[in-house]
């Protein structure tokens, strides 16, 4: 098994964020880990953190929303809506944390078949503003991903990836 690390590019004045990440799993499989409510739960975000799924409807207009809770019982929700069809290919939605009502990301996820059991993730974040994005990135987005993308390895190697 390779151990990767997450690569984030935020060029300064833009508006973006793009992540890039390989995981050790076939893309379908890795693609389900991203759109089944049930896996999703059990990877993303940090370690600390249980995830609970009010709403994941994966279809052009439908509505995602879930709940990260801390050991000390702090809720965190997230919602956003998925635009055109998710497929292995692309999936695009946006991204809303409920702690900062208004500020609302597009964000593109990438799946790319490296073979070898092996999928490359990316994602491309648009923000409103840049001091929106910055705040992303100064309130430990590379970590929590990290420890995310870890899990997910994890999962995949559970599923038999």
């Known amino acids: 098994m390779t151990t990767a690390t997450i690569r984030i590019t935020a060029e300064p004045g833009t508006t973006l964020i793009e992540t890039e990440r390989v995981v050790n799993g076939p893309r379908d499989l890795v693609f389900r880990a991203f759109t089944e409510p049930g896996l999703l739960a059990q990877w993303l975000g940090p370690r600390r953190l249980t995830m609970r799924v009010d709403a994941y409807d994966v279809r052009h207009g439908g509505a995602w929303r879930y709940v990260h809770v801390d050991t ?79 899990q997910l390895d994890e999962l995949l190697a559970r599923l038999g990836a």
């Open 72 to 150: 000390d019982g702090t809720e965190y929700g997230f919602r956003g809506v998925f635009h055109g069809d998710p497929a292995p290919d692309r999936i695009v939605q946006t991204f809303e944390f409920e702690g900062a009502p208004g500020h609302v990301a597009l964000d593109t996820l990438l799946l790319e078949d490296l073979g070898g059991g092996r999928t490359l993730v990316r994602t491309i974040s648009a923000y409103q503003a840049t001091e929106a994005r910055d705040a992303m990135l100064e309130n430990g987005m590379a970590g929590g991903m990290e420890e995310g993308y870890q």
